[in-house]
Every structure is written in structure tokens, then in C-alpha cells.
């Protein structure tokens, strides 16, 4: 059957509107100083309806346009208007590469957001667009500002802690979340102190981000996909950024290689020192170091073809001196390329990827605990360009070794050593027809455990120029488990293994129909434009987790089973309020949740079941020349569930067998629990606030001063509860950062 699948696939590629009779205008539009891809300007043939935007590439398709001669229009907020005098054949298939330049005018237009582009010609159902513009509209930490802070604003994401903090999005765990760097897997995409990111902001040119529903172009996980791509090096001169705060410092480094003007290399380092500058300047240890470094070159062509090399090393390190020692090394290389055949209508892209994940926990108590997952993945994907849509299908293949040891406290032993392979192959169609726009597409996914049919939809309608309607719904599934369980509220030994096929039987006796994870997905919402300036998205979902694997928390020998089998369900509603002018940001976001698991019968709330989040986020420049730049964020949450506590006794070992001598014997003080996290923390709240002064020397010369407070009005967040020592352990405290940057 895949074989079938993958022949027809072929056969489409080769033979998909070739007879078309009118012609086509494509190419790609570019920054004339820098040579980078312009995402989201408007391209149009003057006086006709026909019109694109570019894409994340620059690359814009004008597909069955009459032949005759034409002007091609291109316009962007902050540059100049192009336009260029073209003739076009019948059948023929122009590339034209189009270079804007920027614009010194002052002008009172309104930028629309790459977002609001896209609401009209996309689904875009639970779907976020991060591009490096908006990464800087969070208040930053030492003048830095970073995907994981931006990530804690989007709506459904649950963000459970400052320190060793995970974000679950709209119900999924961290496991089921897929974070893609230019197509490889990041399986640890942020640091343990939960402040960081493992990626530059600098060198992030967009991230999509889907909090469910997204189309079968991915594949793998049950919750949510983020995929991030980079940019490509400044291909017209050698420049950078260097920076430095009370938390690390950083270099960035980009430009040509060649004279061509098409041939580009990146490079990127941050370092952190936080664990010897937070008791300095804080009198507040936080044993977190980390090093992130990450590498690009870019090969073009004339055309627009391109081809990438990269790769990335991040490392990540938290030491409690005669207590535990926890690191974690993250490394990845790959390569992908677009290709622009002069004759075809059909867009051709490819990656092949190789990335390892390794974790170690020593513990003074414990023994030693590891955890690694490697594995390499080769993907191919074909676009092509049909008058009111595209079509686009492609295959993927993955193979992944993972290693597993630990102890559970009872310290019986689980290992797995595991070869495994996935193979999918999917079909996504995109029409555009008058006010809908639709989208069905098919993705089979084949693992070692069995096969996996998934259709997925999505649609959406524009019931006027301001008021649209969107659903998406499929299936999905995954291989992949976690090494700690979901009911942990504190772990920073986060590994990775594969499904296990020795499940435990259900609660009446039967073996599941299934061996891998299951989730269907279904959302509704609606986008309103209320003016220029200001939108309203509003979006309703739930996600049935059908099938969850999990680690079994309470195994107590090794005749117990190393895994339990759940299930989950996730429901809640989003709303988001947008607005911004040409000086004020303004992002208002709430999200209500309610998050249930069953096990064998039981029903229980997992710890990240925050049911009310709150986030308001303002961003205001002022000054001459708007050279000043004040940011605040304020988050309130309502209390995460816990475990509450029941009573307490002691635990007498029986280590000498029926000779132990119970009676004088001291044991070790242990907890009686109550029902599992029927108890509530007190909510959550926050205020972080960020000042920075902008100073210009030159066009390609600029200062930068920034000053920031975490925690600004030192809110005791509780963190955990320290039952044994009947010790309340808060969140971090009031931080004051402090930072300066050059760019050149």
C-alpha cells in the first residue's frame, strides 16, 4: 500500500498541469542591502486581480496569467514601490527576481501584520506566526529577548514554572510537542531555568506555531507542532551583534562568502553565567549555565534555487554542589535546498537531518540516571501552484536509536535500548474558491508497532472583509513517550524512549487495539478585523487523547509493569485581542482550560491544569527618532492541582528479611497522600517590565541600553511544597537585569 501511495505521489509530480495553456509569473523578492527574502509583501499585475504575497522564502507564484504584456507591482511597508514591465508567452513560465530597496519617507500607512495577510488567504486554525519583530515586543531579560518568553503569551500555553519549567500547550505534555530548527528535531528546546530558549532571537526569521489541528504536512505528535526556521546570512556585507547582561553574553556574526551575492554564512553563540553572577548580584543561587551554538551557510543560484548547511550544539548544566549534578547535551547537522525548475510549475524542497539528545542526572542518594535519543530523518516535499490553491505532497523517513536507564524509588531498574523507523507519506490540497478557502488533506504514518491513517481538514470562511470563520479537525498520533511521568510536578531528568509493544492489559482484561499514542483534534473560532488597528480572534477546542502511554510511577518491583495506558481529554476556549499603530502594541489574551486523564477508571486533573491564564503585553516607543522602547508583561493564573497531604509515618525497610528488628529499628519519615491532585495552589501573577534606549552612529552602527525587572513587584509565586522538611520552595524572585548590545 505505501508503495502505491509513494508511486502516485511520483505520478502527480510529473504530470500535474503541464498541459496548462496560459503562463505563470514566479520568483522571489529580496532586501537590496542584504539579500534577505521579503516574507508577506504584496505582488500584483497592475490593473488585473491577479496578485500573490511571498512566502517564508520570498517567493511569490502568479499562476495562469494571460498572455500579453504586463506590470509587475511589488509593494512593502518601509520600502519602495517596485514595478517592471514584462511580456509574457503563452505556456511560458517567467522567474524574475525582484530586489526592493528601502524607503526613507516617512509615511502614515498601516502595517498590516503578517498574521492578518495570512488570515485571508490561510485556515490558519490554532495557529501563531512569531516573527523576530515580535520577539522584541516582550519585555526582555537583559535587553535579550527570546522565544521561550514570547511562547508564555501565546493563547492555550501553560507555563508551570520559572525554574525547570515546561510549557504544555492547549493539554498537550511537553513529550507531544514537536520543535523542528530547520527541520530537525530539537527534543530539549529550552534551558532548565526556564527563562531561555536554546535559539537566538537573531537568527529566528519566523515560527509557526500550531496549538492543534495542523494540516498532515506534520506528523509525529498528538498536541502541537513548532517549527522554526532561520534565516540566511546578510549576502551583501559582513555583519553582527554583540552583547552582554547579568545573565550571559552573546555573539552573532552573518555575511558573504562569495562575491556572487547569493552565497551567505551565520553563526551564532550565546553563553550564560548566571550561577556565578546570580549570588554576586542577587544573593540568590541558581546553579544554570548553559552554551547554545548554532551555524548556517547558504549556496544560491540566479533563480532562487537555494541549498542550506547547518547545524547546531546546545548544552545545558544545573549543579547543586554535594547534591545533584544534571546536564544535558543537544546536538544536530543537516542540510536542505529549493529547487526552481525552469519548466515546471512544481516547487521542490528536501532536508536530511541528523540531531542526538543526552541527559545524565548523579544524585548523591541515587545512582546514576541517563537517557539518549539520536536519530537521522530525510524528508522530500513537492508544491505546485494550481490557479485558485496549490497542492502540496511529499514523504518522510526517520530512524532513531534511543537508550534508557533509571531506577524508580523503590530502585528497580528500567532499561530500554530501542532501534526504531517511521515512515509517512501525506497529500494536503489547498482551494481557494470565492469567500472559502479549504483544505483537506491525508497523512499515513507507518511505524515499527503498526500503520496509522490519518485525514485531517480544515476550512474557512470569509463571511465579509473583516469577519472570517475557521474549523480544522484530524487524527493524530506519535511513538514517542516520555521518562518521566506526567504526574511529576518537579523533574529535570527529562528523557526520551520509544512506545513500548508490552503494554499492560485494560481495566476489563483486553489488550488495547493500539500500541502507539492516539488524538483527534477539533477546533472552531472566528476572526473579526475591528478596524486598522485593532483584531479579535476568538477559538474553541478540544483535543481527545484516545490512547496515552505513560511511565508507571508506581512500579514497586520488577514484576510490575514499567507503563500505564490513559486516557485524556482537553477543552477550553482562546480569546485574543490585538492592537497597534505606528507606536503602541497592545496584546490582551485569556484562556480558559480544563484538562481531565483517566486511569482504569479514575478520574483526575494533571498538574498543569491551570483552568484561567491571563497575559497582557504592551510595547510603547517614544523619543526622537523613537529611540526609547518601554515593554510590560502581566501574567495571572489560577492555582495548579496537587496532591494534598494526608498524614505521615514511618517507613520501616524490612531489609533483614523476617529478621529485621522492627521494633528498634528508626525508619525514614514518608508521607500518607490524599487523592490524587484534588487540592489547588494559590494563582499565579506576575508584572515584568523592560526600558531600552536605542542609539544610532550610524546607518549600520547602533547602540543599544536596555534595563529590565523580573518579578517586578516580588510576588511569592509558590513553586513546590517540601513535604519532608515542611518547606515552601517560591519561584524566582524580584530580578533586575541590566544590558547593553552593539550592532555592526
Avoid at 477539533?522 to 485593532?534: R, T, W
Amino acid at each position: 500500500m505505501n508503495k502505491k501511495i509513494l508511486l502516485l505521489l511520483l505520478g502527480i509530480f510529473f504530470n500535474i498541469n503541464l498541459f496548462s495553456q496560459k503562463g505563470s509569473i514566479r520568483g522571489f523578492v529580496s532586501d537590496k542591502s542584504s539579500g534577505e527574502p521579503i516574507m508577506f509583501c504584496n505582488v500584483t499585475i497592475d490593473g488585473t486581480s491577479f496578485g500573490s504575497q511571498t512566502d517564508l522564502n520570498g517567493m511569490y507564484n502568479l499562476s495562469q496569467v494571460p498572455e500579453g504584456n504586463h506590470k509587475i507591482v511589488v509593494t512593502f511597508v518601509g520600502y519602495k514601490k517596485y514595478t517592471e514591465n514584462i511580456s509574457l508567452k503563452s505556456g511560458e513560465i517567467l522567474n524574475i527576481k525582484i530586489e526592493l530597496e528601502t524607503s526613507t519617507v516617512k509615511i502614515d500607512e498601516i502595517e498590516i501584520s503578517a498574521d492578518r495577510l495570512e488570515m485571508k488567504t490561510d485556515v490558519k486554525a490554532a495557529s501563531i506566526k512569531i516573527t523576530n519583530e515580535d520577539l522584541d515586543l516582550v519585555p526582555t531579560i537583559g535587553g535579550e529577548s527570546d522565544l521561550a518568553q514570547y511562547m508564555q503569551i501565546i493563547p492555550g500555553v501553560i507555563f508551570t514554572g520559572d525554574q525547570g519549567g515546561q510549557l504544555y500547550i492547549r493539554g498537550g505534555s511537553p513529550v507531544q510537542n514537536k520543535v523542528l530548527l530547520d527541520g530537525m528535531t530539537v527534543y530539549s528546546p529550552f534551558h532548565s531555568i526556564g527563562l531561555f530558549s536554546v535559539f537566538d532571537a537573531d537568527i529566528i526569521k519566523a515560527t509557526d506555531v500550531y496549538t492543534g489541528g495542523f494540516s498532515a504536512e506534520y506528523g509525529g505528535r498528538v498536541s502541537s507542532i513548532m517549527d522554526i526556521k532561520t534565516k540566511d546570512g546578510n549576502k551583501k556585507r559582513i555583519q553582527g551583534k554583540l552583547s552582554s547582561n547579568t545573565f550571559g553574553s552573546k555573539l552573532l556574526l552573518e555575511g558573504p562568502f562569495k562575491v556572487d551575492g547569493n552565497s551567505s554564512f551565520l553563526f551564532s553563540g550565546k553563553t550564560s553565567y548566571l550561577d556565578k553572577t546570580s549570588e554576586i548580584i542577587y544573593n540568590f543561587p541558581m546553579p544554570y549555565s548553559y552554551t547554545d551554538l548554532y551555524g548556517k551557510f547558504t549556496f544560491g543560484s540566479q533563480n532562487g534555487s537555494k541549498a542550506n548547511v547547518f547545524g547546531f550544539n546546545f548544552q545545558d548544566n544545573v549543579n547543586y554542589q554535594g547534591v545533584s549534578d544534571l546536564q544535558w547535551n543537544s546536538v544536530g547537522a543537516g542540510s536542505d535546498f529549493l529547487l526552481i525548475p525552469g519548466n515546471s510549475p512544481v516547487l521542490i524542497e528536501g532536508n536530511f537531518a541528523y540531531s542526538k539528545y543526552h541527559i545524565t542526572l548523579e544524585e548523591k542518594s541515587s545512582p546514576l540516571r541517563e537517557s539518549s535519543i539520536a536519530g537521522g530523518s530525510m524528508g522530500f516535499d513537492f508544491t505546485s501552484f494550481q490557479p485558485k490553491g496549490k497542492v502540496k505532497y511529499g514523504f518522510d523517513v526517520y530512524s532513531f536509536l534511543t537508550k534508557f536507564k533509571t531506577y524508580n524509588s523503590a530502585n528497580a531498574i528500567i532499561e530500554q535500548d530501542e532501534n526504531t523507523s517511521e515512515f509517512s507519506a501525506y497529500v494536503n490540497y489547498q482551494y481557494n474558491a470565492n469567500r472559502f478557502i479549504v483544505e483537506p488533506g491525508f497523512r499515513l504514518q507507518r511505524y515499527n508497532l503498526e500503520n496509522s491513517a490519518e485525514p485531517r481538514f480544515g476550512i474557512k470562511y470569509l463571511a465579509s472583509d473583516v469577519l472570517r470563520f475557521k474549523l480544522a479537525t484530524g487524527i493524530y498520533s506519535q511513538n514517542i513517550i516520555s521518562t518521566i511521568s506526567d504526574r511529576d510536578v518537579v523533574n529535570l531528568f527529562y528523557g526520551f524512549l520509544t512506545s513500548p509493544d508490552d503494554l499492560p492489559l485494560d481495566e476489563n482484561g483486553n489488550e488495547y487495539k493500539h500500541k502507539i499514542q492516539k488524538a483527534k483534534h477539533i477546533i472552531v473560532g472566528g476572526e473579526y478585523d475591528i478596524n486598522l488597528k485593532m483584531d479579535l480572534q476568538i477559538e474553541a477546542y478540544i483535543k481527545d487523547f484516545t490512547q496515552l502511554t505513560n511511565i508507571n510511577r508506581e512500579m514497586i518491583s520488577n514484576f510490575d509493569n514499567e507503563f500505564i495506558v490513559e486516557r485524556g481529554i482537553s477543552k477550553g476556549a482562546d480569546f485574543l485581542l490585538k492592537y497597534k499603530n505606528k507606536k503602541l502594541y497592545l496584546w490582551t489574551v485569556y484562556s480558559l482550560g480544563i484538562i481531565q486523564r483517566y486511569d482504569e477508571g479514575n478520574v483526575y486533573f494533571p498538574h498543569f491544569d491551570r483552568r484561567h491564564n491571563i497575559n497582557f503585553v504592551s510595547s510603547y516607543t517614544f523619543g526622537n527618532n523613537n529611540s526609547w522602547k518601554a515593554d510590560a508583561r502581566w501574567n495571572l493564573g489560577s492555582g495548579f492541582p496537587f496532591t494534598q497531604t494526608q498524614g505521615y509515618y514511618e517507613n520501616i525497610t524490612f531489609v533483614g528479611g523476617i529478621n529485621t528488628d522492627y521494633i528498634n529499628q528508626n525508619g525514614e519519615l514518608d508521607v500518607i497522600y490524599a487523592e490524587l491532585n484534588q487540592g489547588r495552589l494559590p494563582y499565579y501573577h506576575r508584572l515584568d517590565l523592560s526600558l531600552s534606549k536605542t542609539i544610532e552612529f550610524s546607518k549600520n552602527t547602533i547602540l543599544e541600553i536596555s534595563a529590565s525587572v523580573t518579578n517586578a513587584y516580588n510576588r511569592e509565586n509558590i513553586f513546590y511544597f517540601n513535604r519532608i522538611e515542611h518547606d515552601r520552595v517560591n519561584q524566582l524572585p524580584l530580578l533586575p537585569s541590566g544590558g547593553i548590545s552593539l550592532r555592526f
